[in-house]
């Protein structure tokens, strides 16, 4: 079975960057898309980014202009790339994979904290 492994988060100060990195234990066919979803807590798991096989992406409008998701072949992944983070960032991300049968799979999590 596919098993997904984020690393890349941690305590980073408000208008700091963090990237996370999201790597499969082996190649995944049948991918519809793959993304980052976080929970705060106390809070539901929202969508962060999502990019599709085909290459189009989707950003939560609170993220906008400050997140980058992007495909990571070597690692059969996906990163995010995060700038300009604000406290109301921190929270546990998710990887995510959607496969087209309607399958999904998730990474164990990895904490961001956003804090001075």
């Known amino acids: 079975q596919v098993q997904l492994v984020e690393s890349g988060g941690g305590l980073v100060q408000p208008g700091g960057s963090l990237r996370l990195s999201c790597a499969a234990s082996?190649?995944?066919?049948?991918?519809?898309?793959m993304g980052w979803y976080r929970q705060a807590p106390g809070k539901e798991r929202e969508l962060v980014a999502t990019?599709?096989?085909?290459?189009?992406?989707i950003y939560a409008d609170s993220v906008k202009g400050r997140f980058t998701i992007a495909r990571d072949n070597a690692k059969n992944g996906v990163a995010l790339q995060m700038n300009s983070l604000k406290p109301e960032d921190t929270a546990v991300y998710y990887c995510?994979?959607?496969?087209?049968?309607?399958?999904?799979?998730w990474g164990q999590g990895t904490q961001v904290t956003v804090s001075s």
């Open positions: 990019i599709t096989s085909g290459g189009s992406t």
């Open positions: 995510n994979a959607h496969f087209i049968v309607g399958i999904d799979i």
């Open positions: 082996r190649s995944i066919f049948s991918i519809a898309a």
